[in-house]
């Protein structure tokens, strides 16, 4: 057994989505679109000093569920540390990045010796069972503008990209939870994720993602008045900004919300995905 091993996750930003449930959850999750960014999780798991596993998030102990079916999985009785440089439960698929992170770094800890697919098809069903994502897993494991055109987890699914990449702003005003939103009524939400993705695959660029997405956060009801209001200004500056799904975050690209007037975090899309470091 190594001492411990560290990963690193891209967050990833869903700009629109359509839910599709299955029985089995590494078969079920999402289509749609994102930026996967160079902010990110980074998570460290070293063999945990008693029979419980813990966790902990920016040095505070924090349950989060995928973890704990990730470490149950693998059977690996583990002390996990993450960093994040983004908030959790604001539309940063933080929870995804924790257990794919926590996969890559447990499995080779406790030298289980699964390939990357494997690790990312429990890290995908672990999400998918908590209700906390159906597509940040795989869209975080791939990098770049990932577009998700199938539902589900490597096995299964069917990944393309937007070939570009970006400077990216975001700024935060809270939380929105996102296994709330995924256990109620999601019929709206897929009717408009369908007719989003449909146009991003039409035209694969950023500039028609981020009109998708706008088209999306609009029809899917999820809108509040600081991320509508906070759209409208970086709109009214000729830039381009919509909201992350799911969380009351607004993102844009370029320099979009800096040249609104806000003092938003800067980072960039991530070029490649989760990595062992
Ligand atoms: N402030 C918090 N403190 C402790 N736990 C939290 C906090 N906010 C959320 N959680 C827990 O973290 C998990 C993940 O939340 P959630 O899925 O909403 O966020 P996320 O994965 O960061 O991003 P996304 O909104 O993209 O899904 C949930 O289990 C939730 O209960
Ligand atoms: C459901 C979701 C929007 C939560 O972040 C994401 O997992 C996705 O795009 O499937």
Redesign the pocket.
């Known amino acids: 057994m190594r001492e411990e091993a560290t990963a690193f996750v891209p967050g ?3 700009g629109f989505f359509s839910a599709h449930p299955a029985e089995d959850p590494t078969k079920a999750g999402s289509r749609g679109a994102g930026l996967t960014l160079t902010d990110g999780v980074e998570v460290t798991v070293e063999p945990a000093a008693g029979p419980e596993p813990t966790v902990v ?1 920016d040095g ?1 102990p ?4 995928p973890v704990t079916t990730v470490l149950d999985t693998l059977d690996a009785p583990a002390r996990v540390e993450a960093e994040s440089d ?12 924790m257990a794919i992170g926590t996969a890559l770094a447990a499995n080779r800890v406790f030298e289980r010796k699964l390939s990357r697919n494997e690790l990312v098809t429990i890290a995908h069903g672990a999400e998918v069972q ?1 209700g ?2 159906l597509g ?1 897993v795989v869209a975080q494991a791939h990098g770049g503008v990932p577009i998700r055109l199938e539902p589900g987890g490597p096995q299964d699914n069917k990944l393309d990209a937007i070939p570009a990449r970006a400077r990216v702003e975001y700024v935060t005003f809270g ?5 709330e939103v995924l256990s109620g009524d999601t019929d709206q939400l897929t009717a408009a994720g369908t007719e989003a993705l449909s146009r991003v695959v039409e035209e694969p660029t950023l500039l028609s993602f981020m009109y998708a997405s706008r088209a999306f956060a609009r029809e899917a009801g999820l809108l509040t008045e600081d991320v509508v209001g906070t759209i409208e200004d970086v709109t009214a500056v000729g830039g381009q900004a919509s909201m ?4 009351e975050t607004v993102f844009a690209l370029g320099t979009g919300l800096s040249d609104a007037g806000y003092d938003p975090a800067v980072c960039a899309t991530h070029p490649a995905g989760a990595v062992l470091k």
């Open positions: 990833h930003i869903t998030l505070e924090i349950d989060v569920d983004l908030p959790i439960g604001s539309g940063f698929g933080v929870s995804g990045a908590a906390t994502g940040d939380q929105l939870s996102t296994s992350a799904m799911l969380g």
